[in-house]
């Protein structure tokens, strides 16, 4: 008989950190803490198991698994001595998600379950605070309503406001026991009226309810989102811990926070984090209320007034930062810790690897190696390579001038241009019109989540360093400022206000992430500089891996960025992309609609000195490292004219007729151009055109090899394959043209001959093109395309459903389809080496700065991955991984 509840605490745990995949990360570790002696309130995992059987048994909670449930309420009724349900002494409990990997804000959470009209007495006389028992009831109705009965919370606020406005009060705190009281009874109204019947008073009806609400959540609009846009399985499921409840809202001597054992903002290794007063720990991630600061040295560096919890509470934070370094060394990273104090008792409510961004994963993870905490191995594997995506691009200009307009916390860092948009939809909607959109919220919630990853960086007027908007801007990478407190937004208007100024819906905003700054308009940004701990980690990864890396790069900027980024060649240099310059797109119209050889080739002599400036100019900035050059090959579709005054321009240069151009146009317009005359069908029927590129290519190479330096290295390959002929043919048009170079200048320089693999047919008879190509270059965009039968300018209309309904994993345009596509990869390889041992394998596609796919192209043993310059550095650190991972 299966297993199905797990318990943690009083001496008792039935699991351990090993066991993230059963008990999810929160149940895990609660027990592994348990284990190691750290006080921890007792309570159960259900597992993550039992979240599948859910499903698969019409979401109801088999009599099995309530039998174990209820040993489990015996276990912390045994530890605590209170029973489940006692009017005179009542064991109350929460009842939290635990997923396998931190999902924050996107699961539900009940706190306070137990209480009723008779539990609550008891809760009263035994605390010895009635004010605290009434307000923790109101609490538990507000939260079991919103999560498990589907009532709108806003309407529990908007009585709570008018509680304090009837008191003339402004905060919480300052309602006394019999406000509470009848606000519980406000709140029980709201539900009566909202649903048609009355809030559950059985405690046990609460916990199978709450239960349900958390497995329930698993399947949440917010949580599939999340999971979609952080990669994270479907079938995972979600573990429920049910613990006993303590309280942070008991007066002085008690408190509840959030912490880190390092900065997640910087990984500077110093304590992090904010806690409150008399409340619990909703008011603080919800931003409710704004948070205190920890430490005496970060309210010092802030200029705050108000005691940070080193200072009002010096004992039990003397307990809290021995807690962080037993976690940190027993983890072995840097902890998100949750916690609270119950009249100055310490109770530690979870611990996880918190959440950084990326400078702040490059810090911890080359400091704790540095530190001898973990091997420099373990410190390159620790560092998300899609995360060094928040580090390659520009940050404000320091010198610029800046309007700041507010400021708020330095939530999360980076810089973010974009026009204020209020609400997610909107967000949503505009960016996906091309609009670059800051998100304003006064505080964001769970349901803001697609607005939040659609929008450039984030605002709230609420909330602290730990709140919503501050954890998922971080883990998303976009810049955040939290808690700017002069903001008063007014969304039905579709403005804020700062004072007496007004920003409207649409007008552009700048946010600082780094410094809290609000500014108006754009302010002009700067390039980053990847020195320091981004050098000291990425030197070990290019130590450990053994894929090389190159760029997909034509302009010399892109070179430039590429080789500065460590680029080991060009991997794909588009020479189609070379031509679309105003001043050479009229010649290659007129090569394009020449009715015969003779004026194709008077137009190519007009293109000759451009193409070989351009390669003269990437040999020189790619010194002696391999620059693999693709002949042309687009559909010709791309290049035709459309307007009059286009055609008047190409009538001009030829000397022929607009209407004799105009025909020659429609005689090459194409049904299904990306399945027409390109790539290597374009050389087979118009040798001419490549014969000129390669002149091209082998005259830059001399010329750059006779200015002293490395010698250049051209790789020529030929585009859309799909025969051996084919490749014999431009193969030798090839070869004709490099000695005719060489014999002209009386130099010769070194160079291969190869194919880019992009047709099925290609992959399955690679043995014989083998046989001419001394390299395969993997164009995984067009082989997806082709092997899938899916248009990828088509597929964005319904490739998000399929990846919803689990037919693909992921996007098979940014993820390689290992089973379909892939497995033609690892054919092609085979067969190719099986004729040519030596041959150079490598991939060129879009999916070369993929870590997934990089992983792949490990696991097939191939010699290099080429991906847009500013990915180089992700590949580096993903083939580190994947080599890492190989050897494990």
Known sequence: MSQYVYRFGGGVSDGGAGDKNLLGG??????????????????????????????????????????????????????????????????????????????????????????????????????????????????????????????????????????????????????????????????????????????????????????????????????????????????????????????????????????????????????????????????????????????????????????????????????????????????????????????????MLQTRSGKRTAKAALKVAVDMANEGLITREEAVLRVDPAALDQLLHPTLDPAAPREVIAKGLHASPGAACGKAVFDADTAEKWAEGGEKVILVRVETSPEDIHGMHAAQGILTARGGMTSHAAVVARGMGRPCVSGAGGLSIDYRAGLMRIGAREVKQGDVITLDGSTGEVMLGEVPTVQPELVGDFGALMAWADAMRRLSIRANAETPADCRTAREFGAEGIGLCRTEHMFFDAERIANVRQMILAPDEAGRRAALDKLLPAQRDDFAEIFRIMAGLPVTIRLLDPPLHEFLPHQEEEFAEVARASGLAVETLRARAQDLAESNPMLGHRGCRLGITYPEIYEMQTRAIFEAAVAVAGEGGEAPIPEVMVPLVATKAELAIIKALIERTAEAVFAETGKRIDYLVGTMIELPRAALRAGEIADEAEFFSFGTNDLTQTTLGVSRDDAGRFLGIYVDKGIFARDPFVSIDVEGVGELIRLAAERGRATRPAIKLGICGEHGGDPASIAFCESVGLDYVSASPYRVPIARLAAAQAALKAKA
């Open 26 to 347: 929160k149940g895990a570790n609660l027990a592994e803490m348990a284990s190691i002696g750290l006080p921890v309130p007792p309570g159960f995992t259900i597992s993550t198991e039992m979240c599948d059987r859910y499903y698969r048994e019409g979401e109801r909670i088999p009599d099995d698994v309530r039998d174990e449930i209820a040993g489990g309420i015996a276990h912390i009724e045994a530890v605590v001595g209170k029973r489940f349900g006692d009017p005179a002494d009542p064991l109350l409990v929460s009842v939290r998600s635990g997923a396998r990997v931190s999902m924050p804000g996107m699961m539900d959470t009940v706190l306070n379950l137990g209480l009723n009209d008779e539990t609550v007495a008891g809760l009263a006389a035994t605390s010895g605070d009635e004010r605290f028992a009434w307000d923790s009831y109101r609490r538990f109705i507000q939260m079991y309503a919103d999560v498990v009965m589907g009532v709108d919370h806003g309407l529990f606020e908007e009585a709570l406001e008018i509680a304090k406005e009837d008191k003339g009060v402004h905060l919480d705190t300052d309602l006394d026991a019999e406000d509470w009281r009848r606000l519980v009874g406000r709140y029980k109204e709201i539900v009566a009226e909202e649903l048609g019947r009355d809030f559950p008073t059985d405690p046990h009806d609460q916990l199978w309810g709450a239960i349900g609400a958390v497995f329930g959540s698993w399947q949440s609009e917010r949580a599939k989102v999340y999971r979609r846009l952080n990669d994270i399985p479907g079938d995972w499921g979600t573990a429920v811990n049910v613990q006993a409840m303590v309280f942070g809202n008991l007066g002085e001597t008690s408190a509840t926070g959030v912490a880190f054992t390092r900065d997640p903002s910087t990984g500077e290794r110093a304590y992090y984090g904010e806690y409150l007063i008399n409340a619990q720990g909703e008011d603080v991630v919800a931003g409710i209320r704004t948070p205190q600061y920890l430490t005496r040295a970060a309210r010092e560096k802030a200029g705050a007034k108000a005691a940070s919890m080193e200072e009002a509470l010096p004992e039990v934070y003397g307990q809290l930062a021995q807690v962080f370094e037993t976690l940190e060394r027993h983890y072995r990273d840097m902890q998100d810790i949750e916690f609270t104090v119950e009249r100055g008792k310490l109770w």
